[in-house]
């Protein structure tokens, strides 16, 4: 069956940092385009960022310049480097599996359970 | 930007009964690029549709999607107790990525 499973939420301080991991298995990785989207409390989704099958980034306008998304397909492993952590960066953080290699024209076929980041004091 | 505008915001409706969710784009999309999304309480979401009107892997056929240009629609043709839930629509052609702003469907 494939799976995501993401890890590295928890609390930290505004202006800090926090690193996202997503282990997928059951599909091969590295053909994929893989996405961030996450949920803030109670509210809508809204995509993050993309890494096509060939390493292309995307990023949405909130989180370009501070996010950088990369992959090792040596270890499945999607991540997601939040740096210059605000307030309004507090939410579910889900990996999610593109249906094709690349960025658009590709809706999100598998999604992880999330992992939560709060931006606290 | 595509702004994906979706009414109405809660569907009060009980079990048995027929579901329909609307999802407006703020210009004229391809509808191979607009997809539905399923989030129950608690959970992650879950691909319900994509191209418009294509139903994903597993999902029961009393789910269907339609629609064109800017006005899309997902059909749940007899609720059963499992699809009470937030349904969102996205749109995945042009960057960025987004999503409306969901319609939860709540028993009545």
């Known amino acids: 069956e494939v799976q995501l499973v993401e890890s590295g939420g928890g609390l930290v301080q505004p202006r800090g940092s926090l690193r996202l991991s997503c282990a997928a298995s059951?599909?091969?990785?590295?053909?994929?385009?893989m996405s961030w989207v996450r949920q803030a409390p109670g509210k809508g989704l809204e995509w993050v960022s993309t890494i096509s099958a060939t390493g292309l980034t995307y990023y949405a306008d909130s989180v370009n310049g501070r996010f950088t998304i990369s992959r090792d397909n040596s270890k499945n492993t999607l991540y997601l480097q939040m740096d210059s952590l605000r307030g309004e960066d507090t939410a579910v953080y889900y990996c999610a599996k593109c249906a094709g290699s690349g960025f658009l024209f590709y809706y999100m076929d598998v999604w992880g359970k999330g992992t939560m980041a709060t931006v606290s004091s | 930007e595509i702004v994906l505008t979706q009414s109405p915001g809660t569907l009060s409706l009980s079990p048995g009964e027929r579901a329909t969710l609307s999802c407006r784009a703020s210009r004229s999309v391809d509808s191979s690029y607009l997809a539905w999304y399923q989030q129950k309480r608690g959970q992650a979401p879950r691909l319900l549709m994509y191209?418009?009107?294509s139903r994903a892997t597993g999902i029961a056929d009393r789910f269907s999607g339609s629609g064109s240009g800017t006005d899309f629609t997902l059909t749940i043709s007899r609720l059963e107790p499992e699809d009470f839930a937030v349904y969102f629509c996205?749109?995945?052609?042009?960057?960025?990525?987004?999503f409306g702003g969901g319609t939860k469907v709540e028993i009545k």
């Open positions: 191209g418009a009107s």
């Open positions: 059951a599909f091969t990785f590295s053909n994929y385009g």
């Open positions: 996205q749109h995945h052609g042009s960057s960025p990525l987004t």
